[in-house]
T-cell receptor
Framework: DTAVSQTPKYLVTQMGNDKSIKCEQN?????MYWYKQDSKKFLKIMFS???????INETVPNRFSPKSPDKAHLNLHINSLELGDSAVYFC????????????FGPGTRLTVT | KNEVEQSPQNLTAQEGEFITINCSYS?????LHWLQQHPGGGIVSLFM???GKKKHGRLIATINIQEKHSSLHITASHPRDSAVYIC??????????????FGKGTLLTVNP
């Protein structure tokens, strides 16, 4: 069983569209994250949720809206996609927010044309 | 200047060599993570440490909190160790808002 799963794995769409990426973890963790890896492979945190509550919103444009319907799921909805949104998006989870190992999903490669 | 600096950026080694990747950071942290990103893109956590030294198989990670420095060592390197190794520091201002700040990664290539 995959610990942290993301769908879709690849997403190609046009500028201006709205798209969603889904993330699910079956580890029983309380904390989930979204990270963005840019074209230079640099990772940066976007959001973190703890027990469905938004903890970190790292100056991400408000076109990005995370939603956590329950502790096992954290989805990312992106409105009005722009070329600069092209990246690989990783979901991750951990038991709690501090000093715990994080488990990463396989990533979603988003290409905006 | 990035809060987390890794060196070298690229490293090529021959199979069997001892590898060292360094990570320096400039902020107070609660923990430091070493991650491995495979050529296929998946990210795996190798170590999380807040003091001293940890060892898993051929991998060893050390941290010196006073000097704000960590090293990742690979003994008897193998071509399957070829990957990007990423250092990330964990810090927060209290409560639950701890977050990882990442280095730019070290691309390791081990030739047979």
């Amino acid at each position: 069983d995959t610990a942290v799963s993301q769908t879709p794995k690849y997403l190609v769409t046009q500028m201006g569209n709205d798209k969603s990426i889904k993330c699910e973890q079956n580890l029983g963790h309380d904390t989930m994250y979204w990270y963005k890896q840019d074209s230079k492979k640099f990772l940066k945190i976007m959001f973190s949720y703890n027990n469905k509550e938004l903890i970190i919103n790292e100056t991400v444009p408000n076109r990005f809206s995370p939603k956590s319907p329950d502790k096992a799921h954290l989805n990312l909805h992106i409105n009005s996609l722009e070329l600069g949104d092209s990246a690989v998006y990783f979901c991750a989870s951990s038991i709690q927010t501090e000093t715990y190992e994080q488990y990463f999903g396989p990533g979603t490669r988003l290409t905006v044309t | 200047k990035n809060e987390v600096e890794q060196s070298p950026q690229n490293l090529t080694a021959q199979e069997g060599e001892f590898i060292t990747i360094n990570c320096s950071y400039s902020v107070g942290i609660s923990a430091l993570h070493w991650l491995q990103q495979h050529p296929g893109g998946g990210i795996v956590s190798l170590f999380m440490l807040s003091s001293g030294k940890k060892k898993h198989g051929r991998l060893i990670a050390t941290i010196n909190i006073q000097e704000k420095h960590s090293s990742l060592h690979i003994t008897a390197s193998h071509p399957r160790d070829s990957a990007v190794y990423i250092c990330a520091v964990e810090a927060g201002s209290g409560g639950s808002n701890y977050k990882l700040t990442f280095g730019k990664g070290t691309l390791l290539t081990v030739n047979p």
